[in-house]
C-alpha cells in the first residue's frame, strides 16, 4: 500500500482522499483552515455525501485517514500527492482561478525533502501541469529533490462520487513522464479492475436473463 497525501479538504479532496485510504492507503488531508480541520478529526464534514461520513469515521479509526493544516505532516514520507483544491471561476473570461492550485505548489514545494509524484486532480486549464511544475521547481528548497507532476481531472458527480470513485468507468492520467504516469496508475488499478470485473458480471447476467426470458417464452408457446 501507498502514502498518500491530500491537499485539499473540499468535494474532490475529501472524497478522494477517503475513498484511497479505504482501499488500505495511509492518507494524510491538508486543508489549510484550522476550523475545518478541527471539524473533521471531530467526524464533522464540511459536505454531504451519500456514504462518505461513515467512511471516513471507519479510516479514522483504522489509523489510515489522518487530517492536518501542517504541509510538513502531510508530506512526509508519502508518495504520492494530489493537488485538489478549489479552483472557482475567475474574472477573465470565465477561466479557472488558480490561485489555489498555485498555493498549494508552493507550500509543496517549501516541504518537499523527498522524491515524489505530485498529480494535478483540481479542475483546471490544459497546460496547468506546466504551471505546477515552473512553480515547484522555482520554489523548491531542496532543488536536488526529483519530482513529476501529472494531470488526473477528476469525474466525480456530486451525490454519487463515492460511487463513482468506487466504480470508475476510465482513469484519465497525463504527463510527460510516462513511468510516473503509470505508477499512478497502479493506485486506481484494484479498483478498476474491480469495477470491470462487476460490469462484465452484470453484462453476463443480463445476456442471461435475456436468453432466460426467450426461453420461457418459447415454453410458454
Same mark, same amino acid.
Given at each position: ?22 482501499m ?47 504541509y510538513? @505532516? +502531510?508530506?512526509?514520507?508519502? #508518495? /504520492? ?9 475567475? &474574472?477573465? *473570461?470565465?477561466? $479557472? ?8 505548489a ?14 494535478n ?36 458527480? @456530486? +451525490?454519487?462520487?463515492?460511487? #463513482? /470513485? ?9 504527463? &510527460?513522464? *510516462?513511468?510516473? $504516469? ?8 484494484p ?31
Amino acid at each position: 500500500m501507498s502514502t498518500i497525501c491530500v491537499i485539499g479538504t473540499g468535494y474532490v479532496g475529501l472524497v478522494t482522499g477517503t475513498c484511497f485510504s479505504d482501499m488500505g492507503n495511509q492518507v494524510t488531508c491538508v486543508d489549510i483552515i484550522p476550523e475545518k480541520i478541527e471539524r473533521l478529526k471531530q467526524g464533522i464534514l464540511p459536505i454531504y455525501e451519500p456514504g462518505l461520513e461513515e467512511m471516513v469515521a471507519r479510516n479514522v479509526h483504522a489509523g489510515r485517514l489522518h487530517f492536518t493544516t501542517s504541509y510538513s @505532516e +502531510g508530506l512526509d514520507n508519502c #508518495d /504520492f500527492i494530489f493537488i485538489a483544491v478549489n479552483t472557482p471561476t475567475g &474574472s477573465s *473570461q470565465g477561466g $479557472a482561478d488558480m490561485r489555489y492550485v498555485e498555493s498549494a505548489a508552493r507550500g509543496i514545494a517549501q516541504e518537499l525533502d523527498h522524491q515524489a509524484l505530485i498529480i494535478n486532480k483540481s479542475t483546471v486549464p490544459v497546460g496547468s501541469g506546466d504551471v505546477v511544475s515552473r512553480i515547484i521547481r522555482k520554489n523548491l528548497k531542496r532543488p536536488e529533490v526529483h519530482f513529476a507532476v501529472i494531470s488526473n481531472p477528476e469525474f466525480l458527480r @456530486e +451525490g454519487s462520487a463515492v460511487q #463513482d /470513485f468506487q466504480n470508475p468507468d476510465r482513469v484519465v492520467l497525463g504527463s &510527460s513522464d *510516462q513511468e510516473a $504516469a503509470r505508477k499512478v496508475a497502479t493506485l486506481y488499478l484494484p479498483r478498476y479492475l474491480l469495477s470491470m470485473k462487476l460490469r462484465r458480471s452484470a453484462n453476463a447476467w443480463e445476456r442471461t436473463s435475456k436468453r432466460l426470458r426467450r426461453e420461457w417464452a418459447t415454453i410458454s408457446e
